[in-house]
């Protein structure tokens, strides 16, 4: 299996910016994807690709990296974006980070 | 616009299969490149994705529960189906289906359907 590690929570003021890392235990190119799931709710796709914007996702969000690391962006960050967020391989069997709990102070 | 909705049990005894339907509009799995994807989370944990079907038929599930997966698809229908042997407590979980697309992009997810495994 292809781990993916991810910071277990951060907290941010609206209007800052936030950046949130997925590391792999392998180099899957670029074939990373990040979804946002919200309390009760269930996950939306945001990035994929690495760096891709998925249809209707503002552009206070984008996506970097290749290989072993990534990063999710937020910028700036708003109330409404409290959540939990998950980065997903798919270079090999697909598999999924324990996911970084994002919280709005 | 892609919807998806999965239907289950609810409730089912240990060692029994577990059986789910994902009814889905917007697309069809007939279609070069579509997939339906099955994930489950247990409450208040990480996702684990369990199993996929593409529109030619291939299916590709989790090598930690491969010999309990069964993925299946009904394509006049427009409904995928997940069958999961031998269910004990760990299997207690929100199960969801998602539209999927290469390379294994999740675009798409259902509201899912949560299953627990008692006697």
């Known amino acids: 299996d292809t781990v993916l590690t991810q910071s277990p929570a951060l907290a941010v003021s609206p209007g800052e910016r936030v950046s949130i890392s997925c590391r792999a235990s392998?180099?899957?190119?670029?074939?990373m994807h990040w979804y946002q799931q919200k309390p009760g709710q269930q996950p939306k796709l945001l990035i994929y690709?690495?760096?891709n914007l998925a249809s209707g996702v503002p552009a206070r969000f984008s996506g970097s990296g290749s290989g072993t690391d990534f990063t999710l962006t937020i910028d700036p960050v708003e109330a409404d974006d409290t959540a939990t967020y998950f980065c997903q391989q798919s270079w090999n069997d697909p598999t999924f980070g324990s996911g970084t709990k994002l919280e709005i102070k | 616009q892609v919807t998806l909705k999965e239907s289950g049990p609810g409730i089912l005894q240990p060692s029994h299969t577990l059986s789910l339907t994902c009814s889905f509009s917007g697309f069809s799995l007939s279609t070069y490149g579509m997939g339906v994807s099955w994930i489950r989370q247990p409450s208040g944990k990480g996702l684990e994705w369990l199993a996929s079907i593409w529109w030619n038929g291939n299916t590709y599930n989790n090598p930690s529960l491969k010999s309990r997966l069964t993925v299946s698809k009904d394509t006049s229908n427009n409904q995928a189906f997940l069958k999961v042997t031998s269910v004990d407590t760990a299997d207690t979980a929100t199960y969801y289906c998602a539209h999927t697309r290469l390379p294994y992009v999740m675009d798409a997810w259902g509201q899912g359907a949560s299953v627990t495994v008692s006697s």
């Open positions: 690709k690495a760096s």
């Open positions: 392998e180099g899957v190119n670029s074939y």
